[in-house]
Every structure is written in C-alpha cells, then in structure tokens.
C-alpha cells in the first residue's frame, strides 16, 4: 500500500521532469560550487603563497576571479532552484487541486451528508500547499544535503583521516536523534491538520448563518464555540512547537560541537606536527559545508512532516470511490418522451438502517403531471432523488421511456431533467451568469427569453444594473420569489422534458406563490412533472396525486377523486383548509 500511495506521488512530476532535471542539474552544480571554493582557498594557502610574488599574484587574481565566477554561477543555481522549482512546485499543487476538485463532483449527496465544508475547502488549500512544498524542496534539500555532505566527507578524509572521523563521529548520534524527534513531529503536525480542518469548518459554518446568529444574539455563544476550537488547536501546535525546538536546538548544539571538536583536536595535531595550519582552516570551511545540509535536513523533515500528513488527507478522499457512476457500456439518451416507471422500487441510505421505501410500483405516462403528498419523512423528496440518480435503488429499477436509468450516461440523464428546490441556490456574480447556468451556451436573447417565461424580466429590469446586476453571494441581495424565478428561469433555459419541483412555493408569501406557481406551470406544460406540495392549493390541477405514507403509495387518483375518497388526502386537505 504504501509503495502505491509514494509511486503515485513520483507520477506528479511526470509532465514536469524536464524542469524536475534541470532544478536537481542546478542544485547539484550550487553544491559543487560550494564544494569546490574551499578546495581552492586551500591550494592559495598552501602552495600559491609560495611563488615568486608577481607569479603569485598573477595566479591569486586567476583564482579569485575564477572563484567569483564561481559565485555569480552558484548565484543563478539559487535562483533557478528557488523560482523554477516552486514554478515547478505550483504547477504540480495546480494538478493536485484540479484533482481532488474534479472527485469533489464525482462524490454522492451520502458524502457530502456526512462532511463538513470548511474540511473538505482545508484539504485543497492548506494541505495542497504544504504539499507542493514538499515536491519543490523535497528531492532538491535531500540532493544537496548528500552531496555536501559525502562530497565535504570524502574531501577531509583526503586531507586527514584522523580528524575527518573526529569532526564525522557525531553524525550517527544526531541520525538517532533526528529520527526519534521526527516521529514525536509527523504526530503533532497530524494533528495540527485535522484541527485547523475543524476551525475552517466553523468559520464556514458561522459566516453561511451569520444572519441566523445575529437575529438570535448569540455572537457571544459562537465566540465561545471558536474559543474553543482554537484552544485545541493552539494546545496542538504547543505540541508540535515543542517537539520541533527541541529538534532545533539539539542539532544546533551539535553542529557546534562537531566544531569544537574540530579546533580543539586540530590544534593538537598542529602542535604534534600532524597537520598543517592550512589544513585546520580548510576543515573549518568545511564545517559549514556539513553544517548547513543538517539545517536543510531540519527545513526538510518539517516540511515532510507537514507534506506527507496533507498528502495522506488528499490521499483519503481520492480513496473515496463515487457511490453513482456510470456502468460499463452507458449511453446517451435520444429524443426522450418522459415515461416514467418505477419498478418494485424500495431504498434504504445505508446498509443497515430502514428502508425509506417499501416496493414502490409507479407508471407514470409521458407528459404527465403528478403531485406527491404525504407527511414529512415518507420519503417524497427521495422519490424524487432516485430519478436522476442522487442516489441508486437499493432493489428494483426505475425506467425512462423503457431504459433502466442506470445504463443511461449520468451526465445525459441529468441533461433531460429539470429541478425547482424549495431552497434556491444562486451563484455570486450577475443575474444573467446565474440563468446561463443552465445552458452555458446560451445566448443573450435566449436567456431573456427564459427570464420572460419564468415572469422574471420585469423586475430584472428594474435592477440597478438589470442583468448585469451583482445579486450577492447566494443572491442574498434578492427576495425569496425572485431567487426563485431566476431558478425557474434556469430550468426554463435547460428546456428538459422532465421537470421535479421539490416544494418550490412552500417558503414564499401568498402574492409571490401565485407568481411564481403561475411561471411553474406554464414550465410544466408538455412535460413530465413530479411536484413535492406542502401547500395543497397548488396541486389542485394535477392529473394525478399520490398520497405517500411510510407503507408506500397509499392513495392515487385526482384532487376530486381523492376527495371523494374521504382518506388520508382528504384529511390532510381539510386540516389545511379548516379555517378558510
């Protein structure tokens, strides 16, 4: 498992590894630069200082030239590593985010029921940067680390053995060391991710029903809640903090003490003629050549640990597999009718719990308008859900103009049916953006055209700026009746031939019910139309109305018919309409 879940992360620089090449070609070539000056400041020292002095000047100036051309070359290195290589990084997160984004909309009603928004928006922001933080600097500080490192080992032990293995002797204590404080690191930081995931989530939540906590005066009890979940997160990053400067502190000292080592031996083995004092200095120079991989080594395992943790959350959602996706062989559906048959249909939301519906048994003839009553959680709403395949029949088959809808392309199913919700979602931006929505296509003409229909052009015209007006996140600028003729509008411009309205006038006043029922109804004519009614009123014209019960389809027929019935829809008429 873990050998797949790293083998998918190397096939992200896949379509970068000619960049991904050059950014480890230009940091292996800063490394050697790096490498090399020393090297020749101990040939200066050692043999150049010995020449005849016009001869030795000659050859200084040669070598400090050439060494400041080393330095303007390992200049653009840094350069190259530090803007191409989060180019590169950027690119990469891009890929990642379009990724995860794309399986966002693949994912059923079921996964979204059960998450929070302000968790799922973390793991493509936060954790997708800490990420692409990874990519860049990853294999970039580890290439370095080891080159500067062997390459600086190798090269004192050249000079001297003795105190090559002095200086290197602490290595294994400081890997031990490493390793254990890294572990205690990868957890906190975990958990630093899940709770910042939590703060999101609150944050998302406080500001969607700020209006809800403003007309309650309860900004003191959210305050708290917060309060609360930012304490948590704090305690978790005290953790993580503590671990880290730990970690810090002891490789400092180390560092420190490799040179004091160093010196402290050097200086013996001077006085007992072992080495030279060049040789002391060029190991000095050295010691910041090792030192500096282990402080690459310290950036490095913290931004692993805060890589590999959002690596792992992204992995976890892409493990999610879509409940609804279209099977082998899936086709499109042509010139649909709109006949509707649910076969012996029950439904359940999860394996374990109580059916929604029982055996449902519906033939519903092409055209035709049907009204669905009943009270609340009988499953009306599900009915209605299972059509365009929110969510799959735990047994039986619904069937459009004879085809089980599941060998039906979902994007074609769903192209050939229209929605009206009684809670209306309108994007931020203008009214025209907001109708295009359901044709994207759609030309201006025809998009008015849809706004008339709906019985929404007048008072789009008296709009500020008429369609171009900006109508607010969730069209939080507009009243009740006219986000719903915008979205009666959508659907006017989506022209499918089958049509559900899930209580579309239940939460409008009485003058803007009658407006928008009247634009309803001219959509529905000559098309297949499921109506969910709270508001009886409105069903009156149905060709059929059927009374849902927790038993299934309890009672069909007419508004007169069912009146003269005197059942279940009779009764709930008469209670509605007592006191008229």
């Known amino acids: 498992m873990k050998e797949k879940k790293w083998k998918k992360f190397l096939s992200y620089y896949k379509p970068y590894k000619k960049l991904f090449a050059a950014d480890m070609f230009f940091a292996c070539m800063g490394a050697g630069v790096t490498l090399a000056i020393p090297l020749i400041i101990r040939y200066i020292t050692n043999h150049v200082i010995y020449y005849e002095q016009s001869e030795a000047f000659r050859v200084i100036l040669t070598l400090g030239l050439a060494m400041l051309g080393m330095v303007v070359l390992e200049c653009y290195c840094n350069f190259f590593i530090a803007f191409y290589g989060h180019q590169m990084g950027a690119r990469m997160e891009f890929d990642m985010r379009n990724e995860i984004f794309s399986h966002y909309q693949k994912l059923s009603f079921n996964f979204f029921a059960n998450q929070k928004v302000g968790q799922l928006m973390s793991r493509i922001t936060n954790d997708l940067f800490e990420i692409s933080e990874l990519f860049h600097h990853g294999p970039e500080d580890l290439l370095i680390s080891i080159i500067k490192l062997f390459g600086s080992f190798t090269i004192l032990l050249a000079i001297d053995w003795k105190l090559a293995l002095i200086a290197f002797a602490m290595i294994p204590i400081m890997v031990a060391y490493a390793g254990y404080y890294n572990f205690k690191m990868k957890k906190a930081f975990k958990r630093n991710r899940a709770r910042i995931a939590d703060i999101n989530a609150q944050i998302e939540d406080n500001l969607s029903g700020i209006r809800v906590v403003k007309s ?55 006085t007992n003629k ?42 976890e959602i892409l493990a999610i597999e879509p409940d609804i996706v279209d099977s082998p062989g899936a086709s499109d559906m042509k ?41 609340s959680g009988v499953g009306k709403s599900t009915l209605c859900s299972l059509i365009p395949r929110f969510y799959d029949v735990s047994t039986g088959s619904i069937k459009i103009d004879g085809k089980d809808i599941r060998e039906v392309r979902l994007k074609s199913l769903r192209d050939n049916i229209g929605i009206v919700q009684q809670d209306v979602y309108l994007f931020a931006g203008n009214v025209m953006e907001n109708i295009r929505y359901g044709k994207p296509e759609a030309t201006e003409e025809e998009i008015i055209q849809a706004a ?129």
Not at 237 to 259: H, P, Q, V
Not at 295 to 306: G, P, Y
Not at 463 to 475: A, K, N, V
């Open 274 to 315: 072992s080495i030279e004092v060049t040789d002391l200095i060029t190991f000095l120079l050295y010691i910041n050549n090792f030192t500096e991989p282990v402080k690459k080594l310290i950036n490095f395992t913290e931004q692993f640990q805060n890589g590999a943790s959002g690596y792992e959350r992204f992995l």
């Open 216 to 270: 309650f005066a309860n900004e003191d009890i959210e305050m708290e809640k917060f309060r609360e979940g930012n304490s948590r997160f704090l305690a978790s990053k005290t953790d993580s903090y503590r671990y880290m400067g730990i970690y810090n502190s002891g490789l400092g000292a180390f560092t420190t003490l490799i040179s004091i080592a160093v010196i402290v031996s050097g200086t013996i083995f001077i």
């Open 335 to 375: 010139q649909v009718r709109g006949e509707i048959v649910f076969d012996q249909v029950s439904f359940r939301y999860e394996e374990g719990t109580e059916k929604v519906l029982s055996d449902i048994n519906l033939n519903v003839k092409a055209g035709e308008y049907i009204a669905l009553v009943g009270p």
């Open 452 to 580: 008339k229909n709906a019985n929404a052009h007048e008072f789009i015209m008296e709009l500020p700026d008429g369609y171009d007006t900006d109508i607010g996140q969730r069209g939080i600028k507009l009243s009740g009746g006219q986000k719903q003729r915008l979205s009666i509008a959508r659907v006017f411009l989506k022209n499918p031939p089958i049509l559900i309205f899930d209580e579309a006038t239940s939460a409008l006043d009485n003058e803007s019910e009658r407006v928008v029922q009247e634009s309803l109804e001219k959509l529905a004519a000559n098309r297949t139309t499921f109506v969910i009614a709270h508001r009886l009123s409105t069903i009156r014209n149905a060709e059929k109305i059927l009374v849902l019960t927790e038993d299934g389809i309890a009672e069909s027929g007419s508004h007169k018919d069912l009146l003269e019935k005197d059942g279940i829809y009779a009764s709930l008429y008469n209670m509605q309409f007592a006191n008229e």
